[in-house]
């Protein structure tokens, strides 16, 4: 248990990076609070599992410090480090017995044996393996050696964090529900530090308390799942949380106003705007209301998803979706009108300033 | 996958069973035939029976010769197989050493067996040999063509150099198979450098192991040309093994009852020792499933 402090880690795989391009991890800086439950969340390549691996000290960041209760650990070994982490694949030591693979982290460390029996039977209830303990580990499935895998990561006591890469991705849909109450069950229990490496948002917004979203290298926000959905900082997180994802389209900024070919929107407050850059409006989909007033769109498609209609349409040339409860009819000639207080304005993808005047970034 | 049976698949393995069978099912019944027939010249020949297979079963040159193969075979393996492990483990994995190591590994192998024999026949001379020269510099009286022990020391150094790379070639390719995660994970679980290679490495390296050990015993059983060529079967006959007796045999004295008798029981041993070999690996791989 421990408060992990990472600060302006950057990290590059050749050794020869000079541009921010070569690095896998631009710049992070950023505290994971300790008994803290995070959400890792960003698209294929953008530098989790690296992060995941700096943190638990497989890799040597190239730039930058990690502290652990304040105390430098950047060089330290995997193995002073304790940490548990829980790997993307599948690995389990196949000349082992399931019992012995959940055992081996604890006896190498010399925990009593009375105690490794009591801690891994404790593991094998848990996930659900316990008929299987004498069984070899080889000629299992693919999903049941992924909870050895996890077993392993769950097994010891006293770890400063455990940290989970996409655990769950071959896994049943089921168990996998299962074993993520467990997860949060233990969670409460414990008060490990833990991250949790996912790009299925509902798995993140259901696991955390912190969800910490990364795109190309970089942490783009931190927030609890409202934050991420209500205020994205930057454009990718509007995208990327929610479904669909949010509208975002090129506008002119005049004053309080937005421009989009010969439209106006008023805003709630003039943003701030530093040098030219490219700016976007972005809006939800939940918070464009459908009706026969306001400014004129062209439906394309109407897709029904049960209890909600997405309704894909064209505004000013620009593609735009709009969520409408089921039963509520669209018009023929359709209009739109944009909930002033969920207008976000974005200056070369970042969140330019709040409804009530705040710079952020 | 489901398998077919289909008969008409015999007519495409048809061409590769003649040649086997031309090229070793015929000579080998040829040899049978030599082994049960006793000849005094001019082609005329005499039912022998089992005879020659008693005189050979019961002669002393054949077992010393049979107890000196499977010394140097054991010895071999004992110094081969480990020490293929060991350079294996210690090759590079990534970067430009691989490639180097390999081309320097792959080099004995590439040298023709004869020629590796007159390397070391020059290699350990006393006259010219560099090694044999360095070691009587030494103060050491190394002479392989009158010591035996020698002799065996020359044979066995020379068959670790030309053919250790074989094993370590085979391990490596088991080891580059075991991907990063198990590292890091061992890592993450605190296991030992032994415990590395007990459960994760060994267990990888299992199956190319039983490879290496087959075929480094069956050569190691069949050696002919080094020994020859470096010690002739000498000093006295020391460093005979069962295929230089046979040549001796059938072509110096030109028995070939005898031979081909001693040929066939050369045969089944291999045969027979080849098969408790990969059973003893395949059981001990079967138990741990
Ligand atoms: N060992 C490596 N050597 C060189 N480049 C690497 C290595 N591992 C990762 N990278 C690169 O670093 C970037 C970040 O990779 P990383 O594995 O951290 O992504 P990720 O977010 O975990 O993706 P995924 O969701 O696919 O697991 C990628 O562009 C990847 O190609
Ligand atoms: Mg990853």
């Given at each position: 248990?421990?408060?992990?402090?990472?600060?302006?880690?950057?990290?590059?795989?050749?050794?020869?990076?000079?541009?921010?391009?070569?690095?896998?991890?631009?710049?992070?800086?950023?505290?994971?609070?300790?008994?803290g439950a995070y959400a890792l969340l960003?698209?294929?390549?953008?530098?989790?599992?690296?992060?995941?691996?700096?943190?638990?000290?497989?890799?040597?960041?190239?730039?930058?410090?990690?502290?652990?209760?304040?105390?430098?650990?950047?060089?330290?070994?995997?193995?002073?480090?304790?940490?548990?982490?829980?790997?993307?694949?599948?690995?389990?030591?196949?000349?082992?017995?399931?019992?012995?693979?959940?055992?081996?982290?604890?006896?190498?460390?010399?925990?009593?044996?009375?105690?490794?029996?009591?801690?891994?039977?404790?593991?094998?209830?848990?996930?659900?393996?316990?008929?299987?303990?004498?069984?070899?580990?080889?000629?299992?499935?693919?999903?049941?050696?992924?909870?050895?895998?996890?077993?392993?990561?769950?097994?010891?006591?006293?770890?400063?964090?455990?940290?989970?890469?996409?655990?769950?991705?071959?896994?049943?849909?089921?168990?996998?529900?299962?074993?993520?109450?467990?997860?949060k069950?233990?969670h409460?229990?414990?008060?490990?530090?833990m991250v949790y490496?996912t790009?299925?948002?509902?798995e993140a917004l259901t696991f955390a308390d912190k969800v910490v979203?990364?795109?190309?290298?970089?942490?783009?926000?931190i927030g609890t799942p409202?934050?991420?959905?209500?205020?994205?900082?930057?454009?990718?997180?509007?995208?990327?949380?929610?479904?669909?994802?949010?509208?975002?389209?090129?506008?002119?900024?005049?004053?309080?106003?937005?421009?989009?070919?010969?439209?106006?929107?008023?805003?709630?407050?003039?943003?701030?705007?530093?040098?030219?850059?490219?700016?976007?409006?972005?809006?939800?989909?939940?918070?464009?209301?459908?009706?026969?007033?306001?400014?004129?769109?062209?439906?394309?498609?109407?897709?029904?998803?049960?209890?909600?209609?997405?309704?894909?349409?064209?505004?000013?040339?620009?593609?735009?979706?709009?969520?409408?409860?089921?039963?509520?009819?669209?018009?023929?000639?359709?209009?739109?009108?944009?909930?002033?207080?969920?207008?976000?304005?974005?200056?070369?993808?970042?969140?330019?300033?709040?409804?009530?005047?705040?710079?952020?970034? | 996958?489901?398998?077919?049976?289909?008969?008409?698949?015999?007519?495409?393995?048809?061409?590769?069973?003649?040649?086997?069978?031309?090229?070793?099912?015929?000579?080998?019944?040829?040899?049978?035939?030599?082994?049960?027939?006793?000849?005094?010249?001019?082609?005329?020949?005499?039912?022998?029976?089992?005879?020659?297979?008693?005189?050979?079963?019961?002669?002393?040159?054949?077992?010393?010769?049979?107890?000196?193969?499977?010394?140097?075979?054991?010895?071999?393996?004992?110094?081969?197989?480990?020490?293929?492990?060991?350079?294996?483990?210690?090759?590079?994995?990534?970067?430009?050493?691989?490639?180097?190591?390999?081309?320097?590994?792959?080099?004995?192998?590439?040298?023709?067996?004869?020629?590796?024999?007159?390397?070391?026949?020059?290699?350990?001379?006393?006259?010219?040999?560099?090694?044999?020269?360095?070691?009587?510099?030494?103060?050491?009286?190394?002479?392989?063509?009158?010591?035996?022990?020698?002799?065996?020391?020359?044979?066995?150094?020379?068959?670790?150099?030309?053919?250790?790379?074989?094993?370590?070639?085979?391990?490596?390719?088991?080891?580059?198979?075991?991907?990063?995660?198990?590292?890091?994970?061992?890592?993450?679980?605190?296991?030992?450098?032994?415990?590395?290679?007990?459960?994760?490495?060994?267990?990888?390296?299992?199956?190319?192991?039983?490879?290496?050990?087959?075929?480094?015993?069956?050569?190691?059983?069949?050696?002919?040309?080094?020994?020859?060529?470096?010690?002739?079967?000498?000093?006295?006959?020391?460093?005979?093994?069962?295929?230089?007796?046979?040549?001796?045999?059938?072509?110096?004295?030109?028995?070939?009852?005898?031979?081909?008798?001693?040929?066939?029981?050369?045969?089944?041993?291999?045969?027979?020792?080849?098969?408790?070999?990969?059973?003893?690996?395949?059981?001990?791989?079967?138990?741990?499933?």
């Amino acid at each position: 248990m421990a408060r992990i402090t990472l600060e302006h880690i950057r990290h590059a795989y050749s050794e020869k990076a000079k541009a921010a391009g070569d690095y896998a991890l631009k710049e992070v800086h950023h505290e994971w609070e300790d008994g803290g439950a995070y959400a890792l969340l960003g698209p294929s390549g953008c530098g989790k599992t690296t992060l995941l691996n700096i943190i638990s000290g497989l890799l040597t960041p190239s730039d930058g410090r990690i502290l652990f209760d304040g105390k430098d650990v950047t060089q330290l070994s995997t193995e002073e480090r304790n940490i548990a982490q829980v790997f993307q694949f599948p690995v389990v030591y196949d000349t082992m017995t399931v019992f012995d693979n959940l055992a081996f982290p604890l006896r190498n460390r010399k925990v009593p044996e009375a105690e490794v029996e009591k801690r891994v039977n404790e593991i094998l209830e848990m996930t659900d393996l316990a008929g299987m303990a004498k069984r070899r580990a080889q000629r299992l499935t693919a999903d049941q050696k992924q909870k050895i895998s996890l077993g392993r990561g769950l097994v010891r006591a006293n770890v400063n964090a455990i940290l989970f890469d996409e655990p769950l991705t071959v896994i049943d849909p089921h168990m996998k529900w299962v074993l993520r109450s467990q997860l949060k069950r233990l969670h409460r229990q414990s008060r490990f530090t833990m991250v949790y490496v996912t790009h299925d948002q509902t798995e993140a917004l259901t696991f955390a308390d912190k969800v910490v979203v990364m795109h190309d290298g970089q942490i783009v926000q931190i927030g609890t799942p409202a934050e991420l959905f209500e205020r994205p900082s930057h454009t990718f997180v509007g995208y990327f949380i929610g479904s669909p994802g949010m509208n975002i389209m090129s506008v002119a900024i005049d004053g309080a106003t937005a421009r989009i070919g010969d439209q106006s929107i008023a805003l709630s407050a003039a943003p701030v705007l530093k040098g030219q850059g490219r700016i976007e409006l972005g809006i939800r989909p939940e918070f464009i209301k459908l009706g026969r007033e306001g400014m004129p769109i062209t439906i394309n498609k109407v897709e029904d998803i049960g209890r909600q209609k997405i309704v894909r349409a064209s505004f000013c040339g620009q593609p735009i979706s709009i969520v409408v409860p089921e039963d509520d009819d669209i018009p023929a000639d359709a209009k739109v009108t944009f909930e002033k207080q969920a207008i976000g304005i974005f200056a070369d993808s970042w969140r330019a300033m709040n409804e009530t005047g705040r710079q952020e970034g | 996958m489901e398998k077919t049976w289909n008969n008409k698949a015999w007519f495409l393995v048809l061409p590769v069973l003649l040649l086997v069978a031309f090229s070793a099912v015929i000579p080998l019944m040829t040899v049978v035939n030599y082994s049960v027939q006793d000849t005094f010249g001019n082609n005329q020949f005499f039912w022998a029976g089992t005879d020659w297979f008693v005189e050979i079963l019961t002669s002393p040159r054949f077992w010393d010769a049979l107890w000196r193969n499977l010394i140097f075979s054991g010895v071999i393996l004992a110094i081969e197989v480990p020490l293929g492990i060991l350079i294996a483990l210690n090759m590079p994995k990534h970067g430009i050493g691989v490639p180097v190591c390999l081309v320097l590994m792959a080099l004995p192998l590439l040298i023709p067996w004869n020629v590796v024999g007159t390397i070391w026949q020059v290699f350990g001379r006393v006259d010219i040999g560099l090694l044999g020269y360095f070691l009587n510099s030494l103060g050491i009286s190394y002479n392989y063509t009158q010591n035996p022990a020698h002799a065996w020391a020359t044979v066995i150094v020379m068959d670790v150099w030309h053919w250790t790379s074989l094993v370590v070639l085979l391990c490596y390719a088991g080891l580059v198979s075991i991907p990063d995660a198990y590292y890091q994970a061992a890592r993450i679980d605190g296991a030992s450098r032994w415990s590395v290679f007990r459960y994760i490495q060994l267990p990888k390296m299992k199956r190319v192991l039983l490879i290496a050990v087959l075929l480094r015993f069956m050569d190691s059983f069949m050696i002919y040309t080094e020994p020859f060529v470096v010690t002739g079967g000498g000093p006295g006959n020391s460093t005979t093994f069962l295929s230089i007796d046979l040549v001796k045999m059938a072509i110096g004295q030109f028995d070939l009852g005898p031979a081909a008798a001693m040929s066939i029981i050369y045969f089944l041993i291999i045969l027979l020792l080849s098969w408790v070999f990969y059973t003893v690996m395949t059981q001990s791989d079967a138990e741990q499933k």
